[in-house]
């Protein structure tokens, strides 16, 4: 349980959702600190229905009322919150500051470039209709699982349906049909279905090269770990990972538009003083991928901070355990299972760390 003896500074996130099961729009609130002895720690401290409309003067009533219930409205430091404009005025109605969520806002990115290409969206309606089909049948689901038994080496996956708030539930439908590309086939040559044209199926494999790198950000930023340190990181990995792609064939427009979006949306990350001083202070990063004026503004605004901070004198246990402590290994190359972050491990290594203290 979180008490005031436990901390004076406290983050949020925040998002309104609506239940399955009924009609009802709740208002989660989950606070999230570090003790004393450096510990990350997070609790939920509402999930309330929101009455009425979902104003921003209705929501900035809601937000109010429980910091006062639970007494913590001086000790706020940031609210992360969606992009929606009513939930962004109600928090700066509340007398609270508040940072847009990073993977709210690739989701974003990536809806206006898959929407930029007639041909994609053909190609991903025709593959929604496929996991329709097999999501709405038992029938169809055995059938295609006997397929896949027949198959040497064939892996006996479900077909996925993807739901199309979420970007990436239609990258893994996407991924996961492409994978059961071969079945399908042999499935659609007894059955009434309609599959994705060989040039669509090109097509998709092209599109999921260019995702996968936004696919990979979206899970490392939702990692209970992360920290808005990783943001500024995050947006120069992705644009050099989708540099990296070639085989762009058919998809160009894709992936200029999603370049594009992301450069616009994340023009300014690196002056906003939350993201400029959480990398300044996170030892893997520093001042390392900042240009000489971001670096200029970060560093001043940090030694600002650090002017009117009073820093708790260290027990002994937490001089001897930072003493001890082994140095991060390097993280291994990019593969399927490591972080994005992986991409930049040149930059972090080669560039010497930079005092960014001037006191």
Same mark, same amino acid.
């Given at each position: ?28 609130? #989950?606070?999230?600190?570090? %003790? ?18 979902? %104003? ?8 109010? *009322? ?21 939930? %962004? ?26 929407? *930029? ?37 064939? #892996? ?37 279905? $309609?599959?994705? %044209? ?46 990296? $792609? #070639? ?15 992301? *450069? ?14 959480? #990398? ?16 200029? =503004? ?9 002017? =009117? ?26 593969? =399927? =299972? ?22």
């Amino acid at each position: 349980m979180m008490s005031a003896k436990l901390t004076d500074i406290i983050s949020f996130t925040t998002d309104s959702w609506t239940t399955s099961q009924c009609t009802d729009s709740l208002l989660s609130i #989950t606070a999230h600190w570090i %003790t004393d002895s450096w510990d990350r720690q997070s609790a939920v401290v509402a999930a309330c229905p929101i009455e009425g409309s979902h %104003t921003a003067q209705n929501l900035a009533g809601i937000v109010t *009322s429980l910091l006062e219930k639970w007494n913590i409205g001086k000790k706020v430091h940031v609210f992360l919150r969606d992009n929606a404009k009513n939930m %962004t005025a109600g928090l700066r109605e509340a007398g609270v500051e508040s940072v847009s969520c990073f993977s709210h806002t690739l989701q974003l990115c990536v809806k206006t470039s898959l929407a *930029s290409q007639r041909a994609v969206i053909d190609a991903i309606a025709t593959c929604r209709n496929v996991a329709t089909h097999f999501s709405h049948s038992v029938l169809a689901k055995e059938k295609l699982e006997v397929i896949q038994q027949s198959i040497p080496d064939q #892996t006996c996956h479900a077909i996925i349906q993807d739901v199309q708030t979420r970007w990436n539930s239609t990258f893994y439908m996407l991924d996961r049909l492409l994978e059961q590309k071969k079945p399908l086939i042999l499935y659609a040559a007894d059955n009434n279905i $309609v599959l994705p %044209t060989a040039h669509q199926w090109t097509l998709l494999e092209h599109v999921l090269a260019i995702l996968t790198p936004i696919e990979r950000a979206t899970r490392d930023v939702s990692a209970e770990k992360s920290s808005a340190s990783d943001v500024i990181p995050m947006v120069v990995a992705i644009k050099r990972a989708l540099q990296n $792609v #070639t085989d762009d064939s058919g998809v160009q427009t894709i992936k200029e538009e999603l370049v594009r979006d992301i *450069s616009a949306r994340f023009e300014d990350v690196a002056k906003q003083p939350i993201y400029a001083v959480a #990398t300044l202070v996170d030892p893997r990063y520093r001042g390392k991928l900042f240009t000489p004026d971001e670096l200029a =503004n970060g560093t001043q605004r940090l030694n600002d901070l650090a002017q =009117n901070v009073v820093l708790p004198a260290a027990t002994e246990t937490q001089v001897t355990s930072s003493s001890a402590a082994e140095p991060a290994a390097k993280r291994a190359r990019l593969d =399927n =299972n490591n972080s994005l972050l992986d991409l930049l491990d040149d930059d972090l290594q080669a560039v010497d760390v930079r005092s960014v203290f001037n006191y």
